[in-house]
């Protein structure tokens, strides 16, 4: 997610440095502004993305579980 971050670091200093040096500075400014406002989004993605992979682990690692404690269950039982 580090790398992702500094991507978009790296891009937004890129799409800066693009923009001519003719246009007027509020143009520039609001460019600036937009960059970074949909920096900032992607970055809240990010973390709701991470949270929901948390999430999805959790309960994976249950369902393991379970799948582990039934097998155990069925070879005590004769599994027929």
Do not use: H, W, Y
Not at 8 to 22: D, E, M, N, R
Not at 50 to 70: G, H, Y
């Amino acid at each position: 997610m580090k790398r992702l971050s500094a991507l978009i670091a790296f891009c937004s200093l890129a799409l800066l440095g693009a923009v001519p040096a003719a246009e007027a500075p509020s143009a520039s400014q609001q460019q600036v502004q937009q960059v970074l406002a949909v920096a900032k989004e992607v970055q809240v993605q990010q973390a709701a993305i991470a949270e929901n992979q948390a999430r999805i682990d959790v309960k994976l690692a249950t369902i393991a579980e379970s799948i582990r404690v039934a097998r155990i269950l069925s070879a005590r039982g004769g599994g027929k």
